[in-house]
Each structure stands twice: as structure tokens, then as C-alpha cells.
């Protein structure tokens, strides 16, 4: 396939044709015609956004189509929300044990705060 009708394609994906229009014109799948305008899609935003640095180590990074990345890598994802804690998404409750409030992340609700209020809630009085 040639580069004019790659850009073909874009241009009427862009004037609002569906992927499976462009697809049936050209006689191509539409997994290629969206393929086509993805890349066409990143190529753009290599050129729109050099400035995209990461949050903890301020390098720069190559920008993604998909979504806008935060961090260069895992390691500075870890370090960065190690320092910022208070940003960090999460779910209220009550400790049952102490009755103090806490943030805790994932999907099954929590009862206690710490293992230690759990131990705490689980002893036998003597």
C-alpha cells in the first residue's frame, strides 16, 4: 500500500467516514483501516507533544495514541506514589477495632485497619 493512499484513508476517516466504508472501498479488513488511522494517529502526536515528561524523574518520553502516560517506567510509577500518597485513589471505612478512619485500595471491603487490629479483634479474653 502506498503512503497517498494511507493518507487517503485518513483524510475520510477524518471527513467521518465508518472503518467499514473506507474498508469496503479499498477492498481491505477493517482491523487494517483501523490500524492505518492509529498510526497515523501516533505519528501526529510524536510531532504535536515533545514536551511529555515523566512525573518523578522529569525525562522525556515518546507519547503514546492511546492514552496520555504519566511515568517513563515502573519503577518511577512506584517512586512517585511512595512520595504521594494523599493522591492516591482509594475507599473509605472504619476500623471495627479502634474505630479510626483509613483508605484502603482494591475491590473487597475492609473491617480493620491493620493486621494488628485484626489480631486485636480475634483474641481470647482470659
Do not use: H
Not at 36 to 52: F, H, L, M, N, V
Amino acid at each position: 500500500m502506498t503512503s497517498t493512499q494511507k493518507n487517503e484513508i485518513v483524510r475520510l476517516r477524518d471527513s467521518g467516514k465508518t472503518y467499514a466504508a473506507i474498508a469496503d472501498k479499498y477492498n481491505l479488513s477493517v482491523n487494517t483501516v483501523q490500524s492505518i488511522c492509529r498510526r497515523a494517529i501516533q505519528a501526529e502526536g510524536e510531532k504535536t507533544d515533545p514536551k511529555a515528561k515523566c512525573e518523578n524523574c522529569r525525562k522525556s518520553m515518546k507519547p503514546t495514541s492511546q492514552t496520555a502516560r504519566r511515568f517513563c517506567c515502573d519503577e518511577c510509577r512506584a517512586q512517585w506514589w511512595v512520595k504521594n500518597p494523599e493522591q492516591r485513589p482509594g475507599k473509605k471505612a472504619v476500623c471495627a477495632q479502634c474505630k479510626k478512619s483509613f483508605v484502603y485500595q482494591g475491590s473487597r471491603p475492609r473491617k480493620f485497619c491493620s493486621r494488628k487490629c485484626y489480631g486485636k479483634s480475634k483474641a481470647v479474653a482470659k
